[in-house]
């Protein structure tokens, strides 16, 4: 009789929303370690079950991973379609960027380790979700033309993504209010129209001449550092390094001890050039004002020509050892640290936390805006990103 009741019991004693669970937990292990740094096994022991209960909903990772971004989605999808003007959209995704801070590093990461035949579909709906929003934001900016539109639309989703990033712990009421004000302030953000402004073509990195041959060691990290950011560290291997420059992946150590040492090159010199934009930045400054935007727009000049370093120094810092990895960390704590004593000086009125989320809600706008290939295309895409960026920092925001 006791045999027969068990299973009864089990089921009794078994959360409905098990699976919803199970996602919550992933997509929180996903984000704080990586996707293939996290098993199955890993995740059934944070809800407190075994692999066999992850088993029961999902065949393998893969599938928990894909399950897992539909579910963001399905969620993103349902925020646009109740909202019935823009306020409306910006109050709720304010709720759910504080209940599902993983989201975005759902999407804009571990999305990667999908198949093209599973990511197509999700980015066809995600594209979906930013053509309705941006009709909402679109009915309340009718001043501008379509293409300032979709800029603004994207920035929105950025501030949107940017509250995944950090772990600052303010109080709800607080949160909530700050983001709705960052909102605002990219929707209502003045953009100088196109035909009225002289646009500072870049271009981006110059390009080599056929004449001079570049060093294959920097070769090497150039091709690493692509393929890193468009697969993952894990998916790439020694041989697929060596055959972007055309060479057998034995002669890679030629250059590097390994995969890893490639990585590690890879990041030291992202954090270099970012580093020395922003000294470059503050010589030319007088006040802490000048210096914020001077260092916005260096920044601004570094993701945009360096869209492939900004990939990887967002997503795969995780894959060096403790010692390497601990050291870029540092190196992004005191670049951060610049931006947040200039932004003290400039607006002393800010509390730290506050400041700290503005600096990172202005980083998201620009990584996100260099990485997104409709908007890297823009030729005034840097001046759009100083613009947004400048209306961030001086956002009128609350204060205690």
């Known amino acids: 009789m006791t045999k027969a009741l068990k299973p009864v019991q089990d089921r009794a004693r078994r959360p409905r929303d098990r699976k919803q669970q199970i996602m919550r937990a992933a997509s929180e292990m996903f984000r704080d370690r990586g996707y293939h740094n996290v098993s199955l096994a890993d995740v059934a ?34 925020m646009v379609r109740d909202a019935s003007d823009l306020d409306e959209f910006i109050v709720k995704s304010g709720t759910m960027a504080l209940e599902r801070r993983a989201l975005a590093a759902l999407w804009q990461r571990e999305s990667r380790h999908l198949s093209d035949a599973q990511r197509e579909p999700l980015r066809a709906r995600l594209s979906e979700v930013v053509a309705h929003t941006s009709g909402l934001l679109g009915a309340e900016r009718r001043d501008l033309p379509q293409a300032d539109v979709e800029f ?30 960052l909102c605002v302030t990219v929707v209502d953000c003045t953009l100088v129209p196109g035909d009225a402004i002289s646009v500072e073509l870049h271009g981006g990195p110059a390009a080599t001449s056929a004449a001079i041959q570049v060093p294959r060691r920097e070769q090497l990290v150039t091709e690493a550092t692509r393929l890193f950011d468009e697969r993952g560290f894990q998916s790439v291997s020694v041989v697929d390094i060596g055959a972007a420059v055309g060479i057998a992946g034995s002669s890679v150590y030629k250059h590097f001890p390994s995969k890893t040492d490639l990585l590690a090159a890879a990041l030291v010199r992202g954090s270099e050039k970012m580093h020395a934009g922003m000294t470059g930045a503050l010589a030319q400054a007088q006040t802490p004002q000048e210096a914020l935007i001077r260092v916005l727009r260096a920044h601004i000049d570094f993701a945009v020509d360096h869209s492939r370093l900004i990939g990887i120094l967002m997503s795969e810092r995780e894959e060096l050892p403790e010692k390497e990895r601990k050291a870029t960390y540092r190196a992004q704590r005191d670049y951060t640290a610049v931006w947040l004593r200039l932004i003290g000086e400039a607006r002393p009125e800010l509390t730290t936390a506050t400041a700290k989320i503005v600096v990172d809600t202005v980083f998201a706008v620009i990584n996100n805006s260099a990485r997104t290939r409709r908007l890297a295309i823009r ?21 205690a």
């Open 45 to 78: 022991e944070s809800v407190g079950i075994t692999p066999g209960g992850v088993y029961r909903h999902f065949r393998n990772k893969e599938e928990l991973l894909l399950r897992t971004v539909e579910n963001g989605l399905d969620g993103m999808e349902a």
């Open 379 to 399: 030729p005034d895409l840097r001046t759009r990103l100083a613009e947004i960026g400048s209306a961030l920092l001086f956002a009128p925001l609350p204060v």
């Open 152 to 181: 603004l639309t994207w920035a929105l989703f950025a501030v949107f993504t940017s509250f995944g990033v950090h772990r600052i712990a303010i109080p709800k009421r607080d949160f909530l209010h700050l983001h709705h004000q």
